[in-house]
């Protein structure tokens, strides 16, 4: 009989040598599939919008990459920036600066209490809707205030929270007494008027200067309020051609700033002029809702326009030199700021007779910097809104305060030291705080030119983690002049969020503040920006300009290095992989021109650890800290990192899973050679020689052999990958052995198989566990054999199970590396399956050698009379025994390849390993049954 009809007959051999082939074509198969699933999670969510992004200096080349690139800092000129552009790679070259911090106070809110008349020919006749002169349209009067004038208190409160802590801006009282108005018809010289009074002893109610009085219109009482707190915004300069080739659809909102007129068309004065010829000559009511044209662009904000340069003119802001800045501003805000005034009615002594209740506004979506969409108006309680009954009068908005204060205080981005870097590659950092800054100041003069009274509020400290930059020469007062708004989410969607690289001033990234003052883990509050904006949240910028806008607002000469960074594109296509040699020529080529360029394809966004000390302080000047706060900030190299990192532990986990089973392959064999013993001194006695012998065996664990190095071949051609080579060549190698050591096993030995007669030491059998214990005693070798192999068994389990745990900290903390994590999770789970699956039958199969002996001798005591329950205890106990001297190997050989391939799971995978050998128990008990 040859040794190929001997492997077969073997159908312990054959059944392992199978068992191993399946294993290897099953890892390789799952392995492939996660390698391919890994490989194109990665490229998918690697590229973003551009690939390069440029800077002037060297600065902090690290890791990680601040979301904030527009500081106002410059560096880059024009030439450059054109030099850029003519490079042949060049697919998209979008330059971005931060023009200026703009202050400016909000407009003055008002009270509005219904006291609506009724209709009168009169008023109504000198609106410019035709439906407003009809009486059929008009309802009956109706009122919330008292017939008799009545005396009420007013308190008007401002609170601003940054997420954390609120804080009182102002609680400003009035006193006052107002009433149901009424129509007056009085005879005039040419004929009849009609006027608004008030009720008899009407004091109105009067707030501080700037604030106004009370006066009544045709719809109601107007109270106007204090002055709202000053609220500084962020303004950014881009080209707006090419940041809409850099955003595509979502960077629509900037066409009307292509239509921008040039730098000698943008004289303040002169548009000031024009706008105010538009309103004397006459102006239709369709032109009202959508704006006169101007150069192309329909101004729909031209009233707030033509208000605040009539102030700015009024009270000499505006010179000759005054340029206007065309704008394409925010719409709504996540500054935090809230209105209310609590209303009282009071006796003569002051005492509350009646809480009418409190009216509450917030900033939010209706917020436009720079302009007013609608009066900010607070409504009395139980009021209605009537002035629609004139028509559209939301273009009459009475613009802001005064025109806003243009500088760069304040204007750099914060600045932070860095810290430890956790184990997923997760740094730490530290903000590092600046001067204190007083807000909430009052302006000087109102808008009459009247003195105002400082008293009415508290300025409060604000931290700065920001710099001043310098300034240049001082320039004349700009006019901002919007043309349109921009939605920061919409951008922020453009951008992705994996791989959302920062874009400037369109979508800076919120803080959320994980760990209070003591270390105490809170529940994610969203910082909010500071009304400075001097501190570390920040929002999208208040108004996108163009660099003829920056020019105007800063100053520079033609060719003056005002640009902070460069988004560049490159006209390579396909994915990151694909187009990352030809990335890195451009980047290359741009390094030439003396500029940093960072290649950010294959980045990521990752959550940063930010310490925030010295963020607030008491009356008695004792400062504390915040705590810590989350940002993202961008992974620079993210791509690269996670797919080499997880393509380590797909091999790692692969070879983990082969190299197990050809172990527990090597310990059957070894075990099985105790069956040939008997054949092998039937050969010895017919002469062959131990060398003889020897080959004889060998060359039937040669078939084996063959058959594992064919399955190696053609899975690696299939593949056609070295790791898949490296491994099936590991298999064999391991199998050989194993089967070197099993032929040694077959050297000839005197062995005495004789028992004494009289000896003391001699146990009784009278109970299953001592049979057991006789029985594994008198078969030490097959006893070892089975041990090792159920250590080992236990060892592949801790290891396959480290590698699994360790997965999320092996991809790093990016967004990249999640969804890259999540992409292999289920391969991995399958191949950490099918390797503690092909181990456990393995070990199954080992205990199959002796199956039939044990069949024999469990059918002797059972014609002793020993029941089912004592055989049955016999099997648990020999199985229960070998566990236990396996238990050692498997949890300590699981907590070295735990500590070997996966530190921070190393007892992890020693408890896998104790589980595994326990489990095991169980299991055999019922095969050997």
Same mark, same amino acid.
């Given at each position: 009989?040859?040794?190929?009809?001997?492997?077969?007959?073997?159908?312990?051999?054959?059944?392992?040598?199978?068992?191993?082939?399946?294993?290897?074509?099953?890892?390789?198969?799952?392995?492939?599939?996660?390698?391919?699933?890994?490989?194109?999670?990665?490229?998918?969510?690697?590229?973003?919008?551009?690939?390069?992004?440029?800077?002037?200096?060297?600065?902090?080349?690290?890791?990680?990459?601040?979301?904030?690139?527009?500081?106002?800092?410059?560096?880059?000129?024009?030439?450059?920036?054109?030099?850029?552009?003519?490079?042949?790679?060049?697919?998209?070259?979008?330059?971005?600066?931060?023009?200026?911090?703009?202050?400016?106070?909000?407009?003055?809110?008002?009270?509005?209490?219904?006291?609506?008349?009724?209709?009168?020919?009169?008023?109504?006749?000198?609106?410019?809707?035709?439906?407003?002169?009809?009486?059929?349209?008009?309802?009956?009067?109706?009122?919330?205030?008292?017939?008799?004038?009545?005396?009420?208190?007013?308190?008007?409160?401002?609170?601003?929270?940054?997420?954390?802590?609120?804080?009182?801006?102002?609680?400003?009282?009035?006193?006052?007494?107002?009433?149901?108005?009424?129509?007056?018809?009085?005879?005039?010289?040419?004929?009849?008027?009609?006027?608004?009074?008030?009720?008899?002893?009407?004091?109105?109610?009067?707030?501080?200067?700037?604030?106004?009085?009370?006066?009544?219109?045709?719809?109601?009482?107007?109270?106007?309020?204090?002055?709202?707190?000053?609220?500084?915004?962020?303004?950014?300069?881009?080209?707006?051609?090419?940041?809409?080739?850099?955003?595509?659809?979502?960077?629509?909102?900037?066409?009307?700033?292509?239509?921008?007129?040039?730098?000698?068309?943008?004289?303040?004065?002169?548009?000031?002029?024009?706008?105010?010829?538009?309103?004397?000559?006459?102006?239709?009511?369709?032109?009202?809702?959508?704006?006169?044209?101007?150069?192309?662009?329909?101004?729909?904000?031209?009233?707030?326009?033509?208000?605040?340069?009539?102030?700015?003119?009024?009270?000499?802001?505006?010179?000759?030199?005054?340029?206007?800045?065309?704008?394409?501003?925010?719409?709504?805000?996540?500054?935090?700021?809230?209105?209310?005034?609590?209303?009282?009615?009071?006796?003569?002594?002051?005492?509350?007779?009646?809480?009418?209740?409190?009216?509450?506004?917030?900033?939010?979506?209706?917020?436009?910097?720079?302009?007013?969409?609608?009066?900010?108006?607070?409504?009395?309680?139980?009021?209605?809104?009537?002035?629609?009954?004139?028509?559209?009068?939301?273009?009459?908005?009475?613009?802001?305060?005064?025109?806003?204060?243009?500088?760069?205080?304040?204007?750099?981005?914060?600045?932070?030291?860095?810290?430890?870097?956790?184990?997923?590659?997760?740094?730490?950092?530290?903000?590092?705080?600046?001067?204190?800054?007083?807000?909430?100041?009052?302006?000087?003069?109102?808008?009459?030119?009247?003195?105002?009274?400082?008293?009415?509020?508290?300025?409060?400290?604000?931290?700065?983690?920001?710099?001043?930059?310098?300034?240049?020469?001082?320039?004349?007062?700009?006019?901002?002049?919007?043309?349109?708004?921009?939605?920061?989410?919409?951008?922020?969607?453009?951008?992705?969020?994996?791989?959302?690289?920062?874009?400037?001033?369109?979508?800076?990234?919120?803080?959320?503040?994980?760990?209070?003052?003591?270390?105490?883990?809170?529940?994610?509050?969203?910082?909010?920006?500071?009304?400075?904006?001097?501190?570390?949240?920040?929002?999208?910028?208040?108004?996108?300009?163009?660099?003829?806008?920056?020019?105007?607002?800063?100053?520079?000469?033609?060719?003056?290095?005002?640009?902070?960074?460069?988004?560049?594109?490159?006209?390579?296509?396909?994915?990151?992989?694909?187009?990352?040699?030809?990335?890195?020529?451009?980047?290359?080529?741009?390094?030439?021109?003396?500029?940093?360029?960072?290649?950010?394809?294959?980045?990521?966004?990752?959550?940063?650890?930010?310490?925030?000390?010295?963020?607030?302080?008491?009356?008695?000047?004792?400062?504390?800290?915040?705590? /810590? !706060?989350? @940002?993202?900030?961008?992974?620079?190299?993210?791509?690269? #990192? +996670?797919? %080499?990192? &997880? *393509?380590?532990? =797909?091999?790692?986990?692969?070879?983990?899973?082969?190299?197990?089973?050809?172990?527990?392959?090597?310990?059957?064999?070894?075990?099985?050679?105790?069956?040939?013993?008997?054949?092998?001194?039937?050969?010895?006695?017919?002469?062959?020689?131990?060398?003889?012998?020897?080959?004889?065996?060998?060359?039937?664990?040669?078939?084996?052999?063959?058959?594992?190095?064919?399955?190696?071949?053609?899975?690696?051609?299939?593949?056609?990958?070295?790791?898949?080579?490296?491994?099936?060549?590991?298999?064999?190698?391991?199998?050989?052995?194993?089967?070197?050591?099993?032929?040694?096993?077959?050297?000839?030995?005197? /062995? !005495?198989? @004789?028992?004494?007669?009289?000896?003391?030491?001699?146990? #009784? +059998?009278? %109970?299953? &566990? *001592?049979?057991? =214990?006789?029985?594994?005693?008198?078969?030490?070798?097959?006893?070892?054999?089975?041990?090792?192999?159920?250590?080992?068994?236990?060892?592949?389990?801790?290891?396959?199970?480290?590698?699994?745990?360790?997965?999320?900290?092996?991809?790093?903390?990016?967004?990249?590396?999640?969804?890259?994590?999540?992409?292999?999770?289920?391969?991995?789970?399958?191949?950490?399956?099918?390797?503690?699956?092909?181990?456990?039958?393995?070990?199954?199969?080992?205990?199959?050698?002796?199956?039939?002996?044990?069949?024999?001798?469990?059918?002797?005591?059972?014609?002793?009379?020993?029941?089912?329950?004592?055989?049955?205890? /016999?099997?648990?106990?020999?199985?229960?025994?070998?566990?236990?001297?396996?238990?050692?190997?498997?949890? &300590?050989?699981?907590?070295?390849?735990?500590?070997?391939?996966?530190?921070?799971?190393?007892?992890?995978?020693?408890?896998?390993?104790?589980?595994?050998?326990?489990?095991?128990?169980?299991?055999?008990?019922?095969?050997?049954?």
């Amino acid at each position: 009989m040859n040794a190929v009809q001997r492997f077969i007959r073997s159908r312990v051999l054959l059944l392992t040598a199978s068992i191993l082939i399946v294993a290897m074509g099953l890892s390789v198969l799952v392995q492939t599939q996660s390698q391919a699933a890994l490989n194109r999670t990665v490229d998918q969510n690697s590229r973003g919008l551009y690939d390069i992004l440029v800077h002037a200096s060297p600065g902090d080349n690290g890791a990680l990459m601040q979301p904030d690139i527009a500081t106002g800092q410059g560096g880059i000129g024009f030439d450059q920036l054109d030099a850029i552009r003519k490079l042949s790679g060049t697919s998209v070259a979008a330059p971005i600066s931060l023009v200026s911090r703009v202050t400016q106070n909000l407009e003055s809110p008002r009270l509005e209490a219904t006291d609506y008349l009724g209709y009168s020919a009169g008023l109504a006749g000198t609106a410019g809707d035709p439906t407003a002169t009809d009486p059929g349209k008009w309802p009956a009067a109706e009122s919330v205030l008292n017939d008799a004038a009545t005396k009420y208190r007013l308190t008007a409160t401002a609170v601003s929270s940054d997420g954390h802590s609120e804080q009182t801006l102002f609680k400003t009282t009035a006193e006052g007494s107002v009433g149901k108005a009424k129509l007056v018809e009085e005879e005039v010289a040419g004929g009849k008027n009609v006027r608004i009074q008030g009720p008899a002893g009407e004091t109105g109610i009067k707030f501080p200067a700037p604030a106004g009085g009370s006066e009544h219109t045709l719809f109601n009482l107007a109270v106007s309020l204090p002055m709202a707190p000053q609220v500084t915004e962020s303004v950014v300069a881009v080209d707006p051609v090419s940041e809409r080739a850099l955003l595509g659809s979502a960077g629509d909102f900037l066409a009307p700033l292509e239509k921008a007129p040039p730098a000698d068309a943008r004289n303040a004065g002169a548009i000031g002029r024009h706008f105010e010829s538009l309103f004397t000559s006459g102006i239709s009511m369709d032109e009202l809702k959508e704006g006169p044209d101007f150069l192309g662009v329909k101004l729909k904000y031209w009233a707030p326009l033509m208000t605040q340069y009539q102030q700015a003119k009024r009270s000499g802001q505006l010179t000759d030199k005054s340029q206007a800045i065309p704008l394409i501003v925010r719409s709504g805000t996540s500054l935090d700021l809230t209105y209310s005034v609590k209303i009282e009615e009071i006796d003569a002594d002051g005492n509350v007779t009646k809480d009418v209740g409190t009216a509450t506004r917030s900033l939010g979506k209706d917020y436009l910097p720079f302009v007013s969409k609608s009066p900010f108006a607070l409504a009395w309680p139980g009021s209605t809104d009537l002035t629609q009954l004139l028509g559209d009068t939301g273009s009459f908005g009475q613009g802001l305060y005064s025109p806003a204060n243009w500088s760069t205080d304040f204007a750099a981005a914060p600045r932070y030291q860095d810290g430890e870097t956790a184990g997923n590659g997760a740094m730490d950092k530290t903000a590092t705080p600046g001067e204190w800054v007083t807000v909430n100041r009052l302006p000087e003069k109102s808008a009459s030119g009247e003195p105002v009274d400082q008293t009415q509020r508290e300025p409060v400290d604000e931290r700065a983690y920001r710099e001043d930059l310098e300034t240049g020469k001082q320039l004349a007062s700009p006019l901002a002049m919007v043309y349109g708004t921009f939605d920061p989410e919409q951008v922020k969607e453009a951008a992705g969020d994996v791989n959302r690289l920062p874009l400037g001033g369109y979508d800076p990234t919120p803080f959320t503040l994980t760990r209070d003052a003591d270390g105490k883990a809170v529940e994610n509050t969203e910082l909010k920006p500071s009304l400075s904006a001097t501190g570390l949240a920040s929002q999208s910028a208040g108004a996108i300009t163009d660099y003829y806008g920056l020019a105007a607002a800063r100053g520079f000469e033609a060719n003056a290095k005002v640009i902070d960074a460069v988004r560049v594109r490159a006209k390579a296509a396909g994915s990151w992989k694909q187009a990352q040699p030809e990335v890195e020529k451009l980047a290359d080529e741009i390094r030439g021109m003396g500029l940093q360029a960072t290649v950010v394809a294959g980045s990521a966004r990752e959550d940063a650890n930010i310490a925030v000390p010295g963020y607030s302080k008491d009356d008695a000047g004792k400062e504390s800290p915040l705590g /810590v !706060v989350e @940002q993202s900030w961008v992974r620079q190299n993210a791509a690269d #990192a +996670v797919s %080499s990192s &997880l *393509t380590a532990t =797909n091999l790692t986990l692969l070879f983990l899973t082969l190299c197990g089973a050809a172990l527990l392959t090597g310990a059957s064999t070894v075990s099985f050679i105790r069956k040939r013993r008997s054949e092998a001194g039937i050969l010895r006695a017919m002469g062959w020689t131990q060398k003889k012998i020897r080959n004889w065996v060998l060359s039937e664990f040669g078939v084996g052999a063959v058959l594992l190095a064919a399955a190696g071949i053609i899975l690696t051609l299939l593949s056609w990958s070295l790791p898949t080579a490296i491994v099936s060549a590991s298999v064999l190698a391991l199998y050989t052995g194993a089967a070197l050591v099993a032929a040694q096993q077959l050297r000839h030995r005197d /062995v !005495v198989d @004789q028992e004494p007669q009289h000896d003391e030491r001699l146990i #009784a +059998v009278d %109970s299953p &566990l *001592t049979f057991a =214990n006789r029985q594994l005693s008198t078969n030490k070798f097959n006893t070892i054999s089975l041990a090792v192999a159920v250590g080992v068994f236990g060892s592949a389990v801790g290891g396959l199970a480290a590698l699994l745990i360790d997965i999320p900290r092996a991809a790093g903390a990016s967004a990249l590396s999640g969804l890259a994590a999540a992409s292999i999770a289920t391969p991995s789970i399958v191949l950490g399956v099918a390797g503690v699956a092909v181990g456990l039958i393995l070990t199954l199969v080992t205990g199959r050698f002796e199956l039939q002996s044990k069949r024999q001798y469990l059918g002797t005591l059972a014609a002793m009379g020993w029941n089912p329950d004592m055989l049955g205890q /016999v099997r648990f106990f020999e199985t229960a025994m070998v566990g236990t001297v396996a238990l050692p190997l498997g949890v &300590l050989g699981a907590l070295g390849i735990g500590l070997l391939v996966a530190p921070y799971a190393a007892l992890w995978a020693a408890l896998a390993g104790l589980v595994a050998v326990i489990c095991w128990i169980p299991i055999a008990t019922k095969v050997v049954q």
